[in-house]
């Protein structure tokens, strides 16, 4: 027995990805300020941020160091303020 369902959404599936040679070269140097900006675009689920990075070597160092500057800052904050309360 065959049913035929009445389907409204057509989806073309799952986008392709993009090929290497679309993807510009990573910049020279250091770089931090250019990989804080993809990271802000990243996690605004830019499409082009994500297909940028995914090749990209530097950019697992570039997030490691982003991240642990992000945890150190409220544990930094937490030590300074405790310090100065002693003095």
Same mark, same amino acid.
């Given at each position: 027995?065959?049913? $035929?369902?009445?389907v409204a959404h057509n989806?073309?599936?799952?986008?392709?990805?993009?090929?290497? +040679?679309?993807?510009?070269?990573?910049?020279?140097?250091?770089?931090?300020?250019? %990989?804080?900006?993809?990271?802000?675009?990243?996690?605004?689920?830019? $499409?082009?941020?994500?297909?940028?990075?995914?090749?990209?070597?530097?950019?697992?160092? %570039?997030?490691?160091?982003? %991240?642990?500057?992000?945890?150190?800052?409220?544990?930094?904050?937490?030590?300074?303020? +405790?310090y100065w309360q002693t003095?």
């Amino acid at each position: 027995m065959v049913r $035929d369902y009445g389907v409204a959404h057509n989806c073309a599936g799952i986008a392709a990805a993009a090929e290497v +040679s679309d993807v510009p070269a990573p910049p020279k140097g250091f770089a931090l300020f250019h %990989y804080l900006q993809e990271a802000f675009r990243i996690a605004t689920w830019d $499409d082009a941020a994500i297909r940028r990075t995914m090749n990209d070597p530097n950019a697992i160092l %570039y997030g490691v160091l982003i %991240y642990v500057f992000a945890v150190a800052m409220p544990i930094g904050h937490s030590v300074v303020s +405790s310090y100065w309360q002693t003095i």
